[in-house]
């Protein structure tokens, strides 16, 4: 067999075990056996990635969600990786290790306000982490009140069912359930599809929704509300600047302690080291996980403040009283090496504020889309994490057919730029594009984005 044949046959082989014998995540098989191949990725390198079939794509949802904020192909990543792995792989989290530590104080620097850094391998579990610490605290320091959960509709806190519990999108949730119980829904904040359309103020008005919910369920069974600081899947929601105060003030008018979900923001996605850090809010919780370590090893950080670690080592005689939780691979050294470089590599690249730049200059980019498709009710973002909301008809707002905005996505990646839209997330609002380039995007790679979705609106919406 000559080498082109023998390298074809080893794909069409690696294309059967797969077809075969992998489950892929959020995917109807169905198609895979009636002539259409799963998509399998073999390379990537900066902004691109090559199928294999030696397809090019430019990577416009940093590998699929939003997780690759660094690009692709960092070999500095993968040799701090590797000289880690030899010299210590792993030993059970009861115990430190160098990069542990070194990457705790790391990123606590850029934390004011936050003091403890508690390791495990995914944004979900990271999240079980609070709502552990929260049910168990209801049970050490509240006798048993303040043990509910707040959540917002829209938002989504991972896959468990505990954070399906937590979740806000009914497509995610459903034939799930049943749910853990004691997880509160309270409402949105998306003021293009505003609930409150006598409010003076909108963000004020989404804000005092929770209020309400707090006064409806008695302020001493809430212990603690989890928010996404810019809604994620839920079609990339980024509050009026007057909701976070306010959502502050409430938390601590009511003694409920805040978790932010920065498993999508954290790390640089929005400009900012967090997303909470563009309200100038303080946290008592944060939870991180995919763009730590930009998907080179996997991690995930619960932050807390000295506060909250004390109320688990106020009582050292109680064998009850401290978190009696672990996550075996959070042990793993790999997470935290490659961490480390990771955010050096955004320091000293200065990604974060090619990041505002860039976002600036896509959200330009679309809201010039945006005069030229009517299908387009709605841009919005921060940072390079951004949305852009295909509706029927702008002054009614009905959303646009899933089907449709799916083929935009189709066509894009047909195209060679691989773009996202929320997906089997809400019942007939699964129609915002989403896109989060990594964090060394050009204003080239903006311009072949922007310019491949104007074209595939035009073939798809006319
Ligand atoms: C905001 C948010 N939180 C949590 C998660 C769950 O993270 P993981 O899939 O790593 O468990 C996700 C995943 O998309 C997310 O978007």
Redesign the pocket.
Known sequence: MNQNLAAAAELAHVVEADRAHVWHHLTQHAPFFTGADPRIIVEGKGMRVWDIHGKEHLDAVSGG?WTVNVGYGRERIADAVREQLVKMNYFAGAAGSVPGANFAKMLLDKMPGMSRVYYSN????A?EKVFKMVRQLSHSVYGGKKSKILYRER?????TIA?LSAGGQQERNAQYGPYTPGFVEVPHCLEYRNQFPDAEDYGIAAANAIEEVILREGADTVGAICL?PIT??GGVIVPPDSYWPRVQEICKKYDILLHI?E??CGVGRTGTWFGYQHYGIEPDFVTM??GVASGYAAI?CTVTTEKVFDMFKANAEDPMSYFRDISTFGGCTSGPAAAIENMNIIIEENLLENTLQMGDYAMDKLRELQDKHTCIGEVRGKGLFLGVELVKDRDSREPADEKMVQQVVGKSAQAGVLIGATNRSLPGLNNTLCLSPALISTKDDIDEIVSCIDLRLSEVFG
Do not use: M
Not at 122 to 125: D, I, Q
């Open positions: 969600v995914s944004g979900s579990e999240n938002d989504y806190h991972g896959t954070c996404e994620a899947g979900d498993v999508v996980a995919k995930s």
